[in-house]
C-alpha cells in the first residue's frame, strides 16, 4: 500500500518511514501541506491508500490540510499529533478525519489504526461496486443517495457532504424506520467506542438536516439513538 506521511520533522518522518516500509508499506515523505496536496493531485501515480497527517506543519495548519483533502479525495486521513484536547479531536473528526493518534503513540497501535481505516475504505469501495450499476440510486423520498459515488441529491440538486456525514446518512438509510443506537452508530461511522465522540454525532446529526433541509429527517430516540425518517415526496 502506498502511505503519505505529513511531517515536518525530518528525524520524526525517518524514524516512521523505516517502521512503516517494513510492513510492507511504501511511504511518500511530505514535509508541508502544499507539497502534500501535490502529491494526491490525480496525476501523481498510483493512489495512496492512507494519509497520515501531522497538524503542526511549517506553512499552514494540519486542520486546514485535512478539509482541502477532503474536498479533493476520499482517501483515508489519520491526524497523528501531539494535540490531545478533546475539542482538537472533535474538530478533527467533523473536518472529516478517519481517525485521531496521538503522540507518544505505540507503533503497533497506530499500524492496527493504519489497517483498519484501509479495511473500511476497501469495505465501502466493494459495496459501491457490488451487483448494482455504478450510477444506481436508493430513493428516499425527495433524496436520492448514490453510494458508487458518494453523491447525494435533494429533488434533484446536488448537496456536499462530509466524508462523515456521508456515512452517517448511509447508515440510517440502511434501514428506514429502524432506531440505530448511538453506540451502534459510533461504532460503525467512527470505528470508536471513544465517549467524546457522542457530541461529533450530535454536530454531524445537526449539519445533516441544515444541509440537507429536512429538519425531521433524523428523528432523535431520547435515550437510545437516531432513526431515519422518509419525508413524503
Not at 429533488?155 to 440510517?172: C, I, N, Q, S, Y
Not at 440505530?180 to 471513544?194: A, G, L, P
Request: charged share 25%.
Amino acid at each position: 500500500m502506498r502511505l503519505l506521511l505529513v511531517e515536518d520533522d525530518d528525524h520524526v518522518a525517518a524514524a516512521l518511514s523505516a517502521v512503516l516500509g517494513k510492513h510492507g508499506f511504501q511511504v511518500t515523505h511530505a514535509r508541508s501541506g502544499e507539497e502534500a496536496l501535490r502529491a494526491l493531485l490525480p496525476d501523481s501515480g498510483e493512489p495512496f491508500g492512507v494519509v497520515l497527517l501531522d497538524l503542526g506543519l511549517p506553512d499552514q495548519d494540519g486542520f486546514e490540510v485535512c478539509s482541502r483533502i477532503r474536498r479533493r479525495t476520499a482517501v483515508p486521513v489519520i491526524m497523528v499529533t501531539a494535540r490531545a484536547d478533546i475539542r482538537s479531536r472533535i474538530h478533527g473528526l467533523n473536518l472529516g478525519a478517519d481517525d485521531y493518534v496521538v503522540k507518544p503513540y505505540d507503533t503497533g497501535e497506530l499500524l492496527a489504526r493504519i489497517h483498519a481505516v484501509s479495511r473500511r475504505s476497501e469495505t465501502v469501495a466493494e459495496a459501491a461496486g457490488g451487483d448494482e450499476p455504478a450510477g444506481s440510486d436508493s430513493a428516499l423520498g425527495p433524496i436520492a443517495l448514490d453510494l458508487s459515488t458518494r453523491r447525494v441529491t435533494v429533488d434533484g440538486k446536488g448537496v456536499a457532504l462530509t466524508r462523515k456525514e456521508f456515512d452517517l446518512l448511509a447508515l440510517l438509510a440502511q434501514r428506514p424506520g429502524v432506531v440505530f443506537r448511538r453506540e451502534q452508530i459510533i461504532s460503525e461511522v467512527w470505528r470508536t467506542s471513544w465517549e467524546g465522540t457522542g457530541r461529533t454525532l450530535e454536530v454531524h446529526v445537526a449539519s445533516l438536516r441544515s444541509k440537507l433541509g429536512l429538519p425531521t429527517l433524523i428523528e432523535t430516540v431520547r435515550g437510545v439513538g437516531y432513526r431515519l425518517v422518509v419525508p413524503e415526496v
